[in-house]
């Protein structure tokens, strides 16, 4: 009886965590990037967030640093599709702060 309920409750669990990751990751496929704006993905592997950067963010040299590091740890041909950047939410505030 003790195993069935086992059973049952991993079953669950992992129903849950298949649910979760296929409506976030149609959610995030499905959202749209509007005109003058491109998606950037930032965080850790498993908890990467997505945000949208204005387009005229490419041309200023703080950014630009944070492309040379991207392109150095992952280049740019991901099999996900989506530009990651090496560094977490907190430095990636910062250095977009600092461009406003």
Excluded: W
Excluded at 10 to 39: C, D, L, V
Excluded at 72 to 92: I, K, N, Q, R, V
């Amino acid at each position: 009886m003790a195993f069935l309920r086992s059973f049952f409750a991993t079953k669950q669990i992992i129903r849950r965590s298949f649910t979760t990751e296929s409506s976030s990751s149609s959610s995030s496929t499905s959202t749209s990037t509007p005109k003058g704006f491109f998606a950037v993905y930032v965080g850790e592997n498993l908890k990467k967030k997505r945000y949208l950067v204005p387009v005229y963010y490419l041309s200023k040299p703080s950014f630009q640093a944070l492309l040379r590091k991207a392109e150095e740890e992952f280049g740019f041909d991901h099999p996900t599709g989506g530009l990651s950047l090496p560094c977490d939410e907190a430095f990636f505030f910062t250095v977009t702060s600092q461009i406003r």
